[in-house]
């Protein structure tokens, strides 16, 4: 039992309760009173819980340690007026309607999205002709400044040599002198 159905005997047991307003039932008696409407008591007993939950207000419920009872409260006929449990049942599959729709919606735009990113992210054949021989020429002028640079230092050293070389020399001539 799921969805609408357990929104309409959740109605049925509050109709069950405002048949009968001098009485309160334990959820035992409810399920035999109804002719036992879910598969077996537990369920029966969840479908309560689940009315607790969402509509407490709406009928009256005393709890006793051993047992628990239902009845009915002023505002149980003007819930059962409005509809019940039925209209929530309805606005939260609508909802969930609206959710389902966004979420494939955005991961349909996060698809389309990811294809143009690769798509753009792809070279065109222009830009191959135009990309590597760029590229090529950008090695080629980095290896020959750094063949450059390396041969103008051995050259400055050669030079810085050649004076030290020249400073001793007349050094040593302005000793003998």
């Given at each position: ?25 334990t959820v035992d008696n409810l399920w035999k ?145």
């Amino acid at each position: 039992m799921e969805g609408r159905e357990r929104a309409e005997l959740k109605n049925r047991i509050l109709e069950f309760l405002l048949a009968d307003p001098h009485h309160s039932f334990t959820v035992d008696n409810l399920w035999k009173q109804l002719d036992k409407p879910a598969k077996n008591l537990l369920n029966f007993k969840a479908i309560t819980d689940e009315m607790l939950d969402t509509g407490s207000r709406y009928f009256l419920y005393i709890k006793n340690d051993p047992f628990s009872s239902f009845g009915k409260n002023e505002l149980t006929q003007d819930f059962l007026n409005d509809g019940g449990f039925i209209p929530a049942y309805e606005k939260g599959a609508e909802l969930l309607k609206i959710n389902d729709a966004k979420r494939l919606r955005l991961e349909d735009d996060s698809h389309n999205q990811y294809t143009i990113n690769k798509w753009k992210a792809k070279m065109a054949p222009w830009q191959y002709y135009t990309f590597w021989p760029l590229f090529v020429i950008a090695i080629l002028s980095t290896a020959f400044s750094l063949y450059k640079s390396f041969n103008s230092n051995d050259q400055k050293m050669e030079s810085v040599e050649k004076d030290i070389q020249y400073l001793k020399e007349i050094i040593q001539t302005q000793r003998l002198s």
